[in-house]
């Protein structure tokens, strides 16, 4: 069975600082890779996804995640934090349908 | 158009209660999904939909979990014999189709407190 794992379960970061979220997956067959995000209050929501091509995908609010398919990785980054950014992030795995998701990293941004 | 609307949105209820979660899917979705997640956990699969056909029933903790969905859009989810550990946010998402990792777009959630 496919698993998904999240290294940080909660990060704090002053405003301006660089992020990175790991997420590492441990199927080894073609998967799709998202990150999701929930803000305080609202709904769960795609922030990007990875279904084939360039493994460097670009999502909404400057979030980038980089698929290395020789480490089941798909890291999620941003240079510069913003207060606003502050939320729950989740990495999932789809495979044929059947979605795995990560447990979550806490992120707090200080402003 | 709307999105993924969910009710109710908060549920007591006693132990060993039967309740039943609604999902009402963005309309056109043909897949549909049910999450379950514990406090300070992820999301656990429970069930997908494709139409009304559920083809993996895997994530469903126990028999006394079951899930129907009606004319390819409405889909219920029963969990009989509440018991405590039972409580958790219950979510259900759609999306366009199945299989080939397409957007799950999320309703708000239901949820549900065993006492």
């Known amino acids: 069975a496919q698993s998904v794992s999240q290294h940080n379960h909660h990060v704090i970061l002053s405003e301006a600082a660089s992020l990175e979220l790991g997420c590492n997956y441990s199927?080894?067959?073609?998967?799709?890779l998202f990150w999701y995000v929930q803000y305080p209050g609202q709904h769960l929501q795609l922030l990007l996804k990875?279904?084939?091509?360039?493994?460097l995908v670009k999502g909404i609010k400057g979030f980038e995640a980089e698929f290395i398919k020789s480490k089941f990785s798909f890291n999620l980054r941003k240079p510069s934090v913003q207060w606003s950014d502050t939320a729950e992030y989740f990495c999932?795995?789809?495979?044929?349908?059947?979605?795995?998701f990560g447990d979550g990293t806490t992120l707090t941004v200080k402003p | 158009g709307a999105g993924v609307s969910q009710s109710p949105s908060n549920k007591v209820t006693e132990k060993g209660k039967d309740v039943e979660l609604r999902c009402d899917p963005i309309?056109?979705?043909?897949?549909l999904y049910w999450y379950r997640q514990s406090l300070g956990q992820g999301l656990e699969f429970l069930i997908y939909?494709?139409?009304?056909?559920?083809?993996?029933k895997s994530g469903l903790p126990s028999d006394r979990f079951s899930a129907e969905r009606t004319g390819g859009s409405v889909s219920t989810l029963t969990i009989q014999r509440t018991q405590q550990e039972d409580s958790a946010v219950y979510l259900c998402?759609?999306?366009?189709?199945?299989?080939?990792?397409?957007?799950?777009?999320f309703g708000p959630g239901t949820r549900l407190t065993v006492l």
């Open positions: 939909f494709q139409g009304n056909s559920a083809p993996d």
């Open positions: 990875y279904f084939s091509g360039d493994p």
């Open positions: 998402a759609s999306s366009t189709r199945q299989g080939v990792g397409d957007t799950q777009y």
């Open positions: 999932a795995v789809n495979f044929a349908g059947k979605s795995t």
């Open positions: 199927y080894g067959g073609t998967v799709n």
């Open positions: 309309s056109g979705h043909t897949a």
